[in-house]
């Protein structure tokens, strides 16, 4: 199970999210261009002493991102509030890309047509949207529970 991040722009949900990522055992990616500079540094300031245990790829953009993909063979499965498919109707792999896009802009059309599934969260129908952070730690604890893969798979 991997987590994607299409264009973070809000460095401290990027660092909320990394420390999902290490304390579950799931890697992540970063596509950029990010809203904020992607330094070490900031990271660390982030994501705390969790980023030395995150398996963390950043791909220069997406068409990068896309040639990584395609030569793993990973299924793409996209987030967003446009979508009508719930989350828990959905059978995942252990080899799936969970994709979250930026926080203010979502994704481009380009993202949306190369994802293989297209699943929202469902909330109130007077709620804009969840956190992405908070929308990261959902679906991927979801994932992990009916693929029983990872450190979630490890409790039962």
């Known amino acids: 199970m991997q987590i994607a991040l299409f264009q973070p722009d809000i460095p401290q949900n990027t660092g909320t999210i990394l420390r999902l990522c ?3 055992d799931v890697a992540a990616h970063i596509i950029e261009p990010a809203g904020f500079d992607t330094s070490d ?19 220069d ?24 498919k719930s989350y828990l109707d959905f059978a995942y792999t252990a ?3 969970l994709l979250f896009g930026r926080e203010t802009a979502g994704v481009t059309d380009a993202v949306v047509a190369a ?33 029983g893969t990872g450190i979630a798979g490890s409790a039962t």
């Not at 540094?41 to 791909?59: E, I, P, Q, T």
Request: charged share 25%.
């Open 22 to 24: 290490a304390c579950l």
């Open 41 to 59: 540094r900031n990271f660390r300031r982030a994501g705390m002493d969790y980023l030395d245990h995150v398996r963390l790829k950043r791909h």
């Open 61 to 84: 953009s997406w068409s990068k991102f896309e040639e990584w993909r395609a030569e793993t063979g990973c299924r793409l499965v996209l987030f967003t509030t446009k979508a009508a």
């Open 95 to 97: 080899s799936d890309v």
């Open 115 to 147: 994802a293989d599934a297209r699943l929202v969260i469902p909330i109130r129908p007077t709620m804009r949207s969840l956190n992405v952070a908070v929308t990261a730690a959902m679906a991927v604890g979801e994932a992990l529970r009916q693929t």
